[in-house]
Every structure is written in C-alpha cells, then in structure tokens.
C-alpha cells in the first residue's frame, strides 16, 4: 500500500473528509513520528507496532565490485518490531 492508497482509503471510510483533508491528515502523523524518531524517542501504536532507532556501529566492508575496503561511519538506522495483534492478523489470515 502506498501512501496515496492509504489517503484513498481515509476518503472512502470518512465521507466527511475530502482528498486533501485526509493526505494533510496523513501528513500530519508521519511527521510527527519522524520528528519523535529524530529526537530519539519511541513511536508505539498499539496492536501495530513500534518504531525505535537503533544505532550501527563504523564497520570495514569489501566493495565486491573492485575488492577495495570501504569504511562505513556509524549511523542511525530506523527499526520496526511488529505487535502481537498486527503479527496475529498476518499469521491467521
């Protein structure tokens, strides 16, 4: 699903909303768990999941094209871990 599909689906559950409204809406939520990422903090939906940052060492790899070592810098990478009742959803369907 992409994001003009879930701003699709928004329009078509709420008659209320029109197009706009809801990718704004949805807009509007990424932020906000972007920026609490950003700033280190925990994202959890409930049922859903959880969003949390993890942090990767500097690391020597191999470029397999020419053999070289590259070094890679430390990083930030973002990391999702599914909840029970999202888990179950997929498991039982």
């Not at 939906?45 to 790899?61: K, L, N, Q, V």
């Amino acid at each position: 699903m992409t994001k003009s599909e879930l701003v699709e689906k928004i329009v078509e559950a709420n008659k209320l909303l029109t197009r706009k409204e809801s990718e704004m809406v949805v807009n509007i939520v990424f932020d906000a768990m972007c920026e609490a990422l950003k700033q280190g903090e925990k994202v959890e939906i409930r049922g859903f999941g959880s969003f949390t940052i993890r942090e990767r060492e500097a690391r020597e790899a191999r470029n397999p094209k020419s053999g070289e070592i590259v070094r890679i810098p430390a990083k930030k990478t973002p990391f999702f871990k599914t909840g029970k009742e999202l888990r179950e959803r997929v498991n039982n369907s």
